[in-house]
């Protein structure tokens, strides 16, 4: 069997996240979201219990699934499978006609995003890139995940302004997949699929995970920096989710404007992941990590204060640098603290973190649902919140050591 150029498998691992990009902000951050709230009148805590489910069950499933994968030396069956599963009942959400059916099958696909995108797709990096060069080959994955980002939302518009929220989720499955596809034929697993006891993998996948979880808690360093980036995640994927809602009841944006806000925040994110890779190299990930954070949090509280709807046109932009500048200084601080032959143990883990960060999401829900009474206030009281909450972690994360080993 030929050998793939290497190039092509490089670039075709990449596109995945390109794809992966199209579901996160076609569905998760905008047209779901709106569909829920507006098209249906749920509240936004209706949303957020049935993202938090399947971010819950994604969490759990994880480690287990994880550890099989790499005792059967095998991941690309499982992101296959995982990937179809979410473009399949995404493409039935198009089809629904009540909010009940439509979170049951939503829960459904993003459980199958978030495990292929975190676990297998990840674990999948060794094989195409070489050691020397593995952050620059995930760099090209990070910066393809914001192109696909603006290509989803130009693609997908002018379906949402013509044709309403629901019309979008079947085309947004489509691009999903098509996406994933050069990933599918182009990338290979290195070794054959060896033979398990799947009983006992399981069992001993599950006890890996708790001797880890003690080993956490013992070390201070750690525990602050797993904590910490444990609320971070949190509170940017929270404001990353519900700021579309935030955009349309509070500030009183069109559907066109939300879309093109979007767009020329995710070009912001782009500029926000090449250059932050560079300021890491010269400042160090830690003193990156937190100037992200300082400037992320400083977008949001201008977001809570804010009456006049056109300086949302310089927020967006900003925010879009700083999550960006988050992820890629978060994910160096982790290679740098800890050593090199724990690093796929730790990225295990934070991909663990990363989905069950649902608990800023009920926050919102349940701040929501508390001060109802309020009106409108309600979504800058949490808005408020989740600044607050996010400066916690910041505070947390300077109890982590910068760069030498835990």
């Not at 060794?126 to 990070?142: F, L, M, Q, T």
């Not at 979008?168 to 997949?177: E, G, I, N």
């Not at 806000?261 to 010269?282: C, K, M, P, Q, T």
């Not at 808005?383 to 982590?400: C, P, S, Y």
Request: charged share 15%.
């Amino acid at each position: 069997m030929p050998i793939p150029n290497k190039k092509l498998t490089i670039f075709s691992w990449a596109l995945y996240d390109f794809a992966n990009a199209i579901f996160g902000m076609n569905v998760i951050a905008l047209y779901f979201a709106l569909w829920v709230t507006v098209d249906k009148g749920a509240e936004d805590i209706v949303y957020g219990l049935a993202l938090g489910a399947s971010m819950f069950l994604a969490a759990i499933s994880m480690p287990v699934l994880g550890v099989i994968s790499d005792r059967k030396e095998k991941r690309m069956p499982f992101l296959v499978f995982f990937t179809v599963l979410s473009v399949i009942f995404l493409a039935i959400v198009g089809f629904v006609n009540t909010v009940l059916w439509g979170l049951i099958f939503f829960a459904i696909s993003n459980f199958g995003y978030l495990l292929s995108g975190a676990v297998f797709y990840n674990a999948l990096l060794p094989h195409v890139a070489e050691k020397d060069k593995i952050g620059r080959v995930s760099g090209y994955g990070v910066c393809l995940s914001y192109f696909g980002a603006i290509a989803g939302l130009l693609a997908i518009r002018p379906i949402a302004l013509n044709f309403g929220y629901q019309a979008t989720f079947v085309p947004t499955a489509f691009f999903f997949l098509l996406f994933a596809l050069p990933c599918f034929l182009f990338v290979k697993d290195k070794s054959a699929a060896k033979k398990v006891n799947e009983d006992a993998l399981i069992r001993d996948s599950v006890k890996t995970l708790f001797e880890t979880l003690r080993e956490i808690r013992r070390s201070k360093a750690l525990s602050s920096f797993f904590l910490a980036i444990f609320i971070i995640i949190n509170e940017v994927n929270t404001v990353f989710i519900f700021m579309s809602v935030y955009l349309k009841k509070v500030v009183s944006f069109l559907d066109s404007e939300i879309i093109t806000l979007y767009i020329i925040s995710a070009v912001f994110s782009v500029l926000g992941a090449f250059f932050s890779g560079h300021i890491v190299d010269r400042l160090g990930a830690k003193k990156t990590l937190t100037g992200a954070i300082v400037i992320c949090g400083a977008a949001i509280l201008l977001a809570v204060i804010s009456f006049n709807r056109y300086l949302f046109w310089v927020i967006g932009p900003i925010a879009g640098l700083a999550f960006s500048a988050i992820r890629v200084s978060g994910r160096a601080m982790a290679v740098n603290l800890f050593a090199k032959e724990k690093v796929g143990e730790i990225f295990g883990h934070l991909g663990f973190l990363s989905n069950l960060a649902f608990f800023g999401i009920l926050i919102w829900g349940a701040t929501i649902f508390v001060f109802e009474p309020l009106g409108l206030v309600k979504y800058r009281i949490a808005l408020l919140l989740a600044f607050l909450i996010l400066m916690v972690g910041l505070k947390i994360l300077q109890g982590a050591p910068s760069d030498q080993s835990a």
